[in-house]
């Protein structure tokens, strides 16, 4: 069992270690990595929870909300004699497993203490910008617990390209030969350049292309992140560069910062130019966060047809409006060397400040979900403002109804966890949903497309669709598959962590928060007036249902099968729900 090894370090690091310590608990106690007994305390959804590790009994106290979902208190934690090493040894894993999983929670606490220690904590961001927002929400994942594990980030690298930091950078450049290089762009390419890095900047590309003695007509320009330079450039790319394959131009082009994802840059110069997302051969909670090969040049497709949608459907467009944020262009070196696919690439993302009214403002959906530094939830003026039912009411119209009526009406299924989303208010007032990163994350069944006509023809769009089977991309084999990606990332891993704060902050009970969500879901059915049976193949409401076990899938990483757990679904019915009686003392 390796040691988990912290050195001389400040005392902030105990808040680092408390924070992954309990995330990990409470992902093993809802996954069943851990076996426990629960009871009441006489307080309204509090619980105490009986631990039996190896030899040794615990009692915490924490909460069990909807979905199952366990959260337990941090004081009560700190005061028992729960360690990181004891609950590693309990898991169900190899010890190369166990190991790399050590190593990222070592990380996480490591960047976590740096944050703690370096950087000022605003003393309200509540009135921050967008993309300031995209900086500062440095809580990270709040069920994950290698929620900042940047796997081979130093930390001059965390303090350079971390969002938290903010530091400005330029991303560098290759000449990628054009029997390497696969894209799907907008335009014609010069014009394309022109129009996303200005003349000058795509003038003195091409001119230190041919200072290199490379030929325009046989080499196209390639974006790559500092970092994955860095680490790529003596060892995967160092043939490529060697034989002509690739030329390096340097750095240039405009300033980026990085968002709350890492490897999606920020403009900083120009308000509403493109994002850009940019592979970086590192883990984070699950992933390795490269590109998929094949989604990089389907990006555009897929954003096309999801537009579509959205502009020929009255209730997306008008009533609750989805506003798709369009990942227009995508580029990829093509190479027959495994480990260097989805390395270098590139997806262009509009950018959400295109897209604001008059009076509009955007917050990352992830804002709903942290406290500022008064103790008090960051919604909590517009709580104060609109009174709490009635402004949750609004928030389930403007951000679950439309990913609902997608699936439902169209059946399509978004992942629309929170760092997918983006709230778009009025004065904290909700008026829109944004939904960004579809290019991996769309799924669909083909039977139950509304207009299947529409959908993309995937077997044109790359060879490896031609062999796929069902599940391996986006088209599933049933139904379960698309509610599953629904429920799992808008309500268990998203809106729970919600419903948890405004039972801590407003004693605001989970049963009134999921029970005024399904109120509005039946409101939606009655005034749509939905198809019974496509109610019935989805089964929103059956009492225990499948969801991904996130710690697990790691544990068997790299593994490209899912895990998963059952859990109670606090949306079962064996009857009509009808309007619940709820009076909002917070109005």
């Known amino acids: 069992m390796p040691t988990v090894c912290y050195q001389s370090q400040p005392e902030v690091l105990q808040g680092s270690v408390l924070r992954v310590t309990r995330q990990l608990l409470e992902a093993m106690l809802f996954e069943g990595l851990l076996t426990f007994s629960k009871s009441a305390n006489g307080i309204c959804d509090q619980l105490i929870i009986d631990l039996q590790i190896a030899t040794k009994t615990f009692q915490l106290k924490g909460s069990l909300g909807g979905f199952d979902r366990i959260h337990i208190n941090a004081d009560s934690l700190a005061n028992s004699a729960i360690s990181l090493e004891l609950l590693l040894k309990q898991l169900p894993a190899s010890r190369l497993a166990i190991t790399r999983l050590t190593h990222e929670l070592q990380q996480t606490i490591k960047l976590s203490a740096w944050n703690q220690q370096n950087l000022p904590s605003p003393t309200n961001r509540r009135g921050l910008s967008f993309n300031d927002l995209e900086q500062t929400l440095s809580e990270g994942h709040p069920y994950h617990p290698c929620f900042r594990a940047r796997s081979g980030f130093t930390l001059e690298d965390h303090q350079q390209f971390g969002p938290e930091a903010g530091q400005c950078f330029q991303v560098h450049w290759l000449a990628v030969r054009r029997d390497c290089l696969k894209s799907n762009?907008?335009?014609?390419?010069?014009?394309?350049?022109?129009?996303?890095?200005?003349?000058?900047?795509?003038?003195?590309?091409?001119?230190?292309?041919?200072?290199?003695?490379?030929?325009?007509?046989?080499?196209?320009?390639?974006?790559?992140?500092?970092?994955?330079?860095?680490?790529?450039?003596?060892?995967?790319?160092?043939?490529?560069?060697?034989?002509?394959?690739?030329?390096?131009?340097?750095?240039?082009?405009?300033?980026?910062?990085?968002?709350?994802?890492?490897?999606?840059?920020?403009?900083?110069?120009?308000?509403?130019?493109?994002?850009?997302?940019?592979?970086?051969?590192?883990?984070?909670?699950?992933?390795?966060?490269?590109?998929?090969?094949?989604?990089?040049?389907?990006?555009?497709?897929?954003?096309?047809?999801?537009?579509?949608?959205?502009?020929?459907?009255?209730?997306?467009?008008?009533?609750?409006?989805?506003?798709i944020l369009q990942e227009y262009a995508g580029m990829l070196l093509e190479t027959d060397e495994t480990e260097l696919q989805g390395q270098v690439a590139a997806i262009w993302r509009e950018n959400i400040l295109q897209h604001l009214h008059p009076e509009e403002a955007a917050v990352p959906f992830t804002a709903l979900l942290v406290c500022e530094a008064d103790g008090q939830l960051f919604i909590d003026d517009w709580i104060q403002q609109y009174g709490l039912q009635r402004w949750l009411r609004q928030l389930f119209k403007t951000s679950v109804l439309p990913v609902w009526h997608l699936l439902i009406h169209h059946g399509i299924a978004i992942e629309a966890h929170a760092q997918n989303l983006i709230l778009l208010h009025q004065n904290g007032w909700p008026t829109r949903i944004a939904a960004r990163d579809f290019h991996e994350s769309v799924e669909y069944v083909d039977d139950f497309l509304r207009n299947p006509e529409w959908a993309p023809d995937f077997f044109s769009l790359d060879d490896c669709y031609q062999q796929a089977e069902p599940n391996q991309y986006y088209w599933m084999e049933n139904v379960e598959a698309?509610?599953?990606?629904?429920?799992?990332?808008?309500?268990?891993?998203?809106?729970?962590?919600?419903?948890?704060?405004?039972?801590?902050?407003?004693?605001?009970?989970?049963?009134?928060?999921?029970?005024?969500?399904?109120?509005?879901?039946?409101?939606?059915?009655?005034?749509?007036?939905?198809?019974?049976?496509?109610?019935?193949?989805?089964?929103?409401?059956?009492?225990?249902?499948?969801?991904?076990?996130?710690?697990?899938?790691?544990?068997?990483?790299?593994?490209a099968a899912e895990s998963h757990h059952l859990i109670t679904n606090p949306f079962y019915s064996s009857e009509t729900t009808t309007e619940p009686v709820i009076h909002d003392v917070y109005q």
């Open 185 to 323: 762009l907008p335009t014609e390419e010069d014009q394309f350049w022109q129009q996303e890095l200005g003349i000058r900047d795509w003038q003195l590309l091409c001119g230190r292309l041919m200072l290199l003695d490379g030929d325009p007509t046989q080499y196209a320009l390639m974006p790559i992140h500092p970092w994955q330079w860095k680490i790529l450039q003596h060892t995967m790319l160092e043939s490529l560069l060697e034989n002509g394959q690739l030329i390096y131009l340097g750095a240039a082009g405009p300033l980026y910062r990085a968002s709350q994802s890492v490897r999606t840059l920020i403009p900083v110069e120009s308000a509403k130019a493109a994002h850009l997302k940019l592979p970086l051969n590192m883990v984070n909670t699950s992933s390795l966060r490269t590109l998929e090969p094949h989604a990089v040049c389907t990006a555009p497709v897929i954003s096309a047809w999801l537009q579509r949608i959205v502009e020929q459907d009255d209730y997306l467009n008008r009533i609750q409006p989805l506003l």
């Open 482 to 559: 698309l509610r599953e990606l629904f429920v799992d990332t808008l309500f268990v891993y998203n809106l729970a962590e919600l419903a948890n704060l405004l039972l801590q902050h407003y004693n605001f009970t989970e049963a009134r928060f999921w029970k005024i969500l399904q109120t509005e879901i039946n409101h939606y059915h009655l005034n749509q007036n939905t198809d019974q049976d496509r109610l019935e193949r989805l089964n929103l409401q059956q009492k225990i249902i499948a969801t991904e076990s996130l710690l697990t899938h790691k544990l068997h990483f790299p593994s």
